[in-house]
């Protein structure tokens, strides 16, 4: 029996492919799910793997939780304006000199007029970790903007960009920062960062010029040029990726250099200061005040501000080690399952099939 006109099935040319095309469509939260995994996941679960990773990353975010309690303990926002963690340092808060690990109340003791030790320590964690990512962030774009551009754009930008950069490096650092304080005299924890870091960018965007004008000859940027590629698509998709291990580490070199130099310019009092606002400034009083330097007696009074110097810059440099797994393709590769390596890879005795 034939089949009746309704029951036919009926016939499209190309129904088939465009209903495919539909079913298989990405939802807006499938991309976003997929970026996530390539972008942050996967990325986190290679670094993790890396026991410097492990110890920087856990350093850092230490001190980003002492922070958020100097913060809460300081804010004046009508939630927290009640809560207090941990006193702020001011005089006469417990007895004077008091040793380390003789009170409860004061666990790292007081210094010769009676602030609390730990509280200086904590309570100086805020502006320094602001004064740190100021300071990196603007050495690092104005290094990375200048180097790159100037690599890749070759010609009369190249010559412009590259006598700047030639011209800061010829200036003495430090010399030009205590200048440039004891003009401004600056408050600002932001803009002290910015002001310790003005010439650093210099020499960094010098070596990245250098790797850029290597780059730029493979054959994946040339080919990239040829197909009309925007300038900063081009630096963005081609250049930077090849960029980021060096860039990473600069970054945490210049974290560093921000956090020996405000130390120092505090600890000399060329940076005014009020309050024990930084672990410079409770290094300056334990010296100018309490003798720390000749009585053994308020020796603590300077080490004690030394050690959260000292455990911040190593867990700087420990989360820039760490990356370097982030940047490696073999690595990513065999994370992502593209590839496994064979055990007897080098062995060239035939295998017989079992």
Excluded: C
């Excluded at 469509?25 to 390539?38: A, D, L, M, P, T």
């Excluded at 000199?97 to 602030?115: A, I, V, W, Y």
């Excluded at 903007?145 to 650092?173: F, Q």
């Excluded at 309490?290 to 004690?304: E, F, H, R, S, V």
């Amino acid at each position: 029996m034939s089949p009746t006109e309704g029951d036919r099935e009926p016939q499209t040319d190309g129904g088939e492919m465009f209903a495919t095309a539909e079913l298989t469509q990405i939802s807006r939260r499938q991309r976003y799910g997929e970026w996530f995994q390539e972008a942050v996941r996967e990325p986190f679960s290679i670094a993790w793997e890396d026991w410097r990773m492990k110890v920087g990353l856990t350093i850092i975010l230490g001190f980003i939780a002492m922070a958020a309690l100097a913060w809460v303990s300081s804010s004046t926002f009508w939630v927290l304006e009640n809560v207090t963690i941990l006193e702020e340092p001011i005089s006469n808060q417990g007895p004077q000199s008091l040793q380390p690990f003789e009170s409860s109340d004061h666990l790292l003791g007081t210094d010769n007029q009676g602030r609390d030790i730990l509280a200086g320590v904590v309570h100086a964690t805020p502006m320094m970790l602001q004064m740190i990512l100021a300071g990196a962030v603007f050495a690092t774009v104005m290094a990375t903007a200048v180097g790159t551009v100037a690599g890749y754009k070759g010609g009369t930008t190249e010559r412009i960009l590259m006598t700047i950069s030639d011209v800061a490096m010829t200036i003495p650092g430090l010399p030009l920062v205590i200048v440039l304080v004891v003009l401004i005299n600056p408050q600002n924890p932001w803009f002290i960062g910015i002001i310790i870091t003005i010439n650093v960018w210099a020499g960094i965007a010098r070596t990245i010029h250098s790797q850029v004008l290597t780059l730029r000859e493979h054959s994946y940027v040339e080919a990239s040029r040829t197909m009309g590629i925007s300038t900063p698509r081009v630096i963005q998709k081609d250049i930077l990726p090849n960029l980021m291990p060096y860039i990473t580490v600069n970054f945490v070199y210049s974290a560093r250099r921000v956090i020996y130099d405000s130390v120092a310019l505090y600890f000399l009092g060329i940076l005014s200061f009020q309050t024990v606002e930084n672990w410079g400034v409770m290094m300056n009083l334990a010296y100018q005040t309490a003798g720390a330097l000749y009585n053994p007696a308020t020796t603590y009074m300077l080490i004690i501000p030394m050690i959260p110097i000292i455990v911040l810059s190593f867990g700087l440099i420990l989360f820039a080690q760490g990356t370097d797994r982030l940047f490696n393709p073999r690595v990513r590769t065999r994370q992502s399952g593209r590839t496994e390596p064979t055990e007897d890879a080098d062995d060239d005795t035939p295998r017989v099939p079992q």
